[in-house]
RNA sequence: GGGGGUGUAGCUCAGUUGGUUAGAGCGCCUGCCUGUCACGCAGGAGGUCGCCGGUUCGAGCCCGGUCACUCCCGCCA
């Protein structure tokens, strides 16, 4: 007999009836009648009951242990009586008669139960994290992680990449996040980063020669954490292929994740192949957001046309116009006979967004003519009204909220009303997975703080324009063959076709303010490679954290990370980060400066 | 760096207008119990009400500060 198990704690059915098994697991649940004992054991499989009367030269040891507790029993397999069947349980037709019970390894009293589905504080969550993990649903969350890695690595592979790996020290690089530092013992005074993505890594692969690279590629940054956002590190599917556009590139990624949603999503409908493409000037005006979340059916549209007519009698909208503004308009479907408060409870709560607040019209049909009601209503003619209904596809019985500001602001603000809107309203549709392109991002937009033109995205992007012009056009009419994969509203990958030129490298690096030789510096290795033949080439980088997310239906990302840091970039667990004694610093050249208070 | 929320028993939470000795469920301990599967029954232990200061005859409750966690903004090419 094997010294721990003959077999796990979900395999025992009425077919091994009278045979002799050995279980080990958890000691899941007792039930205690004092002279009769059941208890549930537990293992990675699930659970099998286990039964003990007091005639059991062992009984009073089982009866004493404590739940979580590691043991290992030998027993008799007996059918149970159907009226004490356990029909939630796949062992429930049978439960083991102890005949010899060992303890392996005994837990104190727990700082927080395993067996049930109650919260419990994130802070002991993540100091206990490992009975945190034993809990079931946990447990299925960092299964489903990596069952999405493994069919992940197995398409890619099988569509012809390989897997390689990069550097986990390498340079510090000036665009983009706060890098991680890594002190160099060899070297004072000079420092490692940790990789804020291998983004040049996978172009050198290219340039290496490698026809298609992939890699479950871990991502450090020292960037603040949010729910769905560790501090720290992430990790992304990392893909970069050799003589390729846009298109091919979208070809791979398409399937892949249809077939991956379609896997473990489920039973969720998701985005047939190909999926939507949405220019991102298109998704900003219609959506507010170059995220945007396709189950939401509203749509927003511009309505600055007809709040400038003279039969249109808003004259603070007017004057916003005047000076450069828009107005966008946002559809409130079915909403007519929402009370007051309503509309009052979305222009206060848009004024606590930051914005100016949100007018609206309420629609109502009198014998076939559109009528506005509400505070704005009467400023417009019917003529008006039958245009806004016209532009924005409005039906009687519909509202629509006004927002009127700078474009950056209106756009913001209409698109956080769409998604409110969406959600109050119940236009959400939960059991699909809407897919979407974003294409054609600004290469320059203008850093409002900065008073200067600085990279939409990466720097190392393809401007989509012709390279003889490139500097005779205004930058910040200059797209990039850049775009981002969006599901339901999240951000799930960014990627590029890649500038393979360095003269043109310098061209788009000059434009932000960076001259020749600091690019030369900057970037050495790269302008190198691309000096020496690279191919075109291009790729993205999905984040797994943010699929698995979705899959797995999780808002927070710690839900289904095994050993997540806290929001304040600690491990509770293991104590990081956590101070080094002098002998380790010196070695480093390293003196820390008490912080003053 | 900024804003919001939370903080009462090991855990989940209640605690009225500021008023006697701060409660419940789960867990834990003791006893009883041979068919439970959230076993049941009886009893018990367990509290610096996050911390510091203030107001008050009196503070878990009000005020100021501070700490922790969390959510958001900034940040995340």
């Known amino acids: 007999m094997h010294k721990y198990r003959t077999h796990t704690c979900s395999e025992i059915t009425k077919k091994d009836a009278g045979a002799t098994v050995k279980l080990s697991g958890w000691i899941h649940r007792k039930r205690d009648h004092g002279n009769l004992l059941f208890f549930d054991l537990r293992d990675h499989f699930g659970l099998t009951q286990c039964v003990m009367e007091n005639s059991n030269s062992f009984f009073k040891i089982a009866e ?31 439960e083991v008669k102890i005949s010899s019970f060992d303890i392996l390894s005994e837990s104190k009293d727990l700082p927080m139960p395993v067996f049930g589905e109650q919260d419990y504080p994130e802070e002991t969550r993540l100091k206990y994290r490992f009975l945190d993990l ?44 706060r890098d991680f530092l890594v002190p160099s013992r ?96 298109d998704s900003m005006l219609k959506y507010g957001t170059d995220k945007p979340d396709l189950r939401n059916p509203i749509e927003i549209v511009d309505v600055t046309e007809i709040f400038k007519r003279d039969d249109v009698k808003l004259d603070i909208f007017k004057k916003v116009i005047q000076k450069g503004g828009i107005v966008r308009a946002i559809a409130a479907p079915n909403t007519s006979s929402k009370p007051r408060s309503f509309f009052d409870g979305y222009n206060n ?9 949100l007018g609206y019209i309420i629609l109502e049909k009198n014998k076939d003519k559109f009528v506005g009601k509400g505070p704005i209503g009467k400023f417009f003619s019917e003529d008006a009204i039958n245009l806004l209904v016209k532009a924005c596809k409005l039906n009687d019985k519909d509202s629509v909220f006004f927002s009127s500001d700078r474009i950056n602001e209106v756009e913001k603000i209409s698109g956080i009303v769409r998604q409110k809107l969406g959600k109050d309203l119940n236009l959400i549709n939960n059991k699909k997975f809407e897919f979407c392109w974003i294409t054609d991002y600004p290469m320059y937009q203008y850093d409002e703080k900065e008073k200067k033109i600085d990279f939409s995205h990466n720097p190392f992007s393809m401007p989509k324009t012709d390279i003889k012009n490139f500097d005779k056009v205004d930058p910040l009419s200059i797209f990039a063959y850049q775009y981002d994969l969006v599901c339901n509203g999240c951000e799930i990958s960014s990627g590029a076709i890649r500038n393979h030129l360095p003269d043109l490298m310098y061209k788009v690096f000059s434009k932000v303010g960076y001259s020749k030789s600091e690019v030369n510096s900057k970037f050495e290795g ?16 999905p984040g797994i954290d943010r699929i698995v997310m979705l899959l797995a239906e999780k808002e927070n990302i710690r839900e289904i990370t095994l050993f997540p840091m806290n929001q304040n970039a600690q491990d509770l667990l293991m104590g990081a980060p956590s101070d080094l004694n002098e002998p380790q610093l010196k070695e480093l050249n390293i003196k820390v400066i008490e912080k003053k208070k």
């Open 349 to 357: 709560w848009a004024k606590e967004e930051g914005a100016k607040g």
């Open 64 to 94: 004493k242990i404590k739940p979580e507790s590691v043991v290992s029993v030998v027993g008799k397999v007996i059918s149970r009586s159907s009226d004490s069947v356990n029909k939630d349980l796949f062992t429930g037709e049978v």
């Open 526 to 541: 790269m302008i190198k490679a691309l000096s020496y033949g690279a191919p075109p080439h291009g790729g993205m980088a």
């Open 134 to 177: 034993r809990r079931e649903e946990m447990h299925e969350n960092i299964i489903l992680r990596s069952k999405v890695i493994s069919f992940i690595r197995n398409k890619m592979i099988d569509s012809g990449f390989l897997e390689f790996q990069t550097p986990i020290l390498t340079a510090s690089s000036p665009e983009g996040a």
């Open 186 to 281: 060899v070297h004072p005074g000079k420092f490692y980063a940790l990789p804020q993505a291998p983004q040049q890594f996978k172009q050198m692969v290219m340039i290496s020669g490698f026809d298609k690279y992939f890699q479950i590629a871990p991502c450090f940054r020292d960037e603040d954490g949010r729910a769905d956002r560790s501090p720290g590190e992430h990790y992304q599917l990392d893909i970069e292929m050799a003589f390729v556009e846009q298109d091919d590139v979208f070809k791979i990624v398409e399937p892949l994740f249809f077939e991956l949603f379609t896997k473990f999503g489920k039973g969720k409908e998701v985005s047939k192949n190909p999926f939507k493409r949405i220019t991102y000037k």
